[in-house]
Each structure stands twice: as structure tokens, then as C-alpha cells.
């Protein structure tokens, strides 16, 4: 049983910054964590992509956060962690860590993902 926990979050004036970590466990086949993922949902909103990274390295941002977040992984410690830089209120949201095989597409959809942490929240004020 593969299991995504993650550790992190909280609240911040904007400008800040926030570190979000992701532990995976349970997991015996690599294949299945090929792809680490970020999502958020703020409330009545949809879960959107914010960034991936392959285990070979590949990684993929959304537009709005280029330039301010960073994605890294350690597959050695199956761990991925989400640096937040330059924060804003419009990053509120409850973040996810999810995991998928390879073939999850180009877009940075939720749906390829089987597996998923409970989530972090990251509040953002003005």
C-alpha cells in the first residue's frame, strides 16, 4: 500500500516563503512513483497541477508558478519536496502529493494520479 504523506504547510504574508515535503512509503515497484506531483484545491475550485518531476529528472511547471516554485526529488529517499518562493494570496489552497507510472500525458492533470496524501494547507495573506 503506497502511502504519500506530506509536511509543511501553513500560513504566510505574501512574499514569503514555504518548503513542502512529500514521504512516500509502502512502495515496491519504482514504476508506480515514476511521476511526483504537486496539486492544489482552494475552495470551490478544481484540483490543478502545479509541478511534477519524473524520476529521470523530467520536470513540468504550471505558468503560474514558474519562476517562484521549485520541485526536487530524492529517489533514493522516495521523498519530493515543493519550494514556494515569492508567495501570493491566489496560492491559498490545500496542497497535494500525488504519485503516478509513466504515461500520465502532457497536461498536469490530476487524473493519471493513483496515489495521494491527505494534503497540506498553505494560506497566503496580503
Known amino acids: 500500500q503506497v502511502q504519500l504523506v506530506e509536511s509543511g504547510g501553513g500560513s504566510v504574508e505574501a512574499g514569503g516563503s514555504l518548503r513542502l515535503s512529500c514521504a512516500v512509503s509502502g512502495s515496491s515497484n519504482d514504476m508506480d512513483i515514476y511521476w511526483m506531483a504537486w496539486f492544489r484545491q482552494a475552495p470551490g475550485k478544481e484540483r490543478e497541477g502545479v509541478a511534477r518531476a519524473s524520476r529521470a529528472g523530467y520536470i513540468l511547471y504550471a505558468d503560474s508558478v514558474k519562476g517562484r516554485f521549485v520541485i526536487s526529488r530524492d529517489n533514493a529517499k522516495n521523498t519530493v519536496v515543493l519550494q514556494m518562493n515569492n508567495l501570493k494570496p491566489e496560492d491559498t489552497a490545500m496542497y497535494y502529493c500525488?504519485?503516478?507510472?509513466?504515461?500520465?500525458?502532457?497536461?498536469?492533470?490530476?487524473?493519471?494520479?493513483?496515489?495521494w496524501g491527505q494534503g497540506t494547507q498553505v494560506t497566503v495573506s496580503a
Open positions: 500525488a504519485a503516478a507510472p509513466p504515461g500520465v500525458g502532457a497536461a498536469l492533470a490530476p487524473s493519471p494520479y493513483r496515489h
